[in-house]
């Protein structure tokens, strides 16, 4: 059973159109909750870190949140630069720095 | 400021042949090193994450193996390439102690085994 899972797999939004990113967790002990951005052919690339529920973190036109089951990365406004794939990643409580991540959601903003 | 190097940036290499692929961390002392495998479209699987100089632990059993000789050196190798060994490599490193364990990500290896 997966322990991360990010929906929608795939999000196509036009330029200016608003919307949020799943990342939902079924294991308890979170000792961490990072989210990432991913270009074709690159690494992946460090956005946020969340530790616990009612947290949120704020970067330009993505705002990360956290409850005690899943977060959300909202982006507001997009512009087409944001198209990439966006990674969340879990800390668990036994798994000392490592981390899990999940399947990702590809999202494409056109103009 | 911390800086991620992973080399060589693409490889095509035979079925059978071996493999070496290195990764070094400037700016930072006794980083924690991981390597992790990425397949088209998929998320990112664990391979190997080290604590130390020649300290590794595997995550999934496989014809790879990783070594740490120096302290912000690490090596991804292979003796004998399979098919199922394409994908895109990428080394990252973290703080070893403390609360900031984000995981930072070189630029990666692209491997076509054919």
């Known amino acids: 059973e997966d322990q991360v899972t990010q929906s929608p797999e795939a999000l196509r939004l036009q330029e200016g159109e608003s919307s949020s990113l799943n990342c939902s967790y079924t294991?308890?002990?979170?000792?961490?909750l990072f989210w990432y951005r991913q270009d074709p052919g690159k690494g992946p690339e460090f956005l946020f870190t969340?530790?616990?529920a009612g947290e949120e973190k704020e970067k330009e036109r993505l705002k990360a949140t956290l409850t005690k089951k899943e977060s959300f990365l909202h982006i507001t406004a997009p512009k087409p630069e944001d198209s990439a794939t966006y990674l969340c990643?879990?800390?668990?409580?036994?798994?000392?720095?490592?981390?899990?991540f999940g399947g990702g959601t590809r999202l494409m903003v056109k103009p | 400021s911390q800086t991620i190097h992973q080399w060589p940036a693409t490889l095509v290499q035979p079925v059978g042949s071996p493999l070496s692929l290195e990764c070094t961390v400037e700016?930072?002392?006794?980083?924690?090193l991981y390597w992790y495998r990425q397949a088209a479209g998929r998320g990112l699987q664990l391979l190997f994450y080290s604590v130390g100089i020649g300290q590794i632990s595997s995550e999934v059993p496989q014809n790879l193996s990783a070594s740490r000789p120096q302290d912000r050196q690490f090596i991804l190798s292979s003796k004998k390439l399979l098919l199922s060994d394409s994908g895109f490599y990428l080394c990252?490193?973290?703080?070893?102690?403390?609360?900031?364990?984000?995981?930072?990500f070189g630029p990666g290896t692209r491997l076509t085994v054919t």
């Open positions: 700016g930072t002392s006794n980083p924690n």
């Open positions: 990643a879990l800390r668990w409580r036994n798994a000392g720095n490592m981390l899990t």
């Open positions: 990252a490193w973290s703080h070893g102690s403390g609360r900031a364990v984000e995981q930072y």
């Open positions: 969340l530790y616990s």
């Open positions: 294991v308890s002990g979170l000792r961490g």
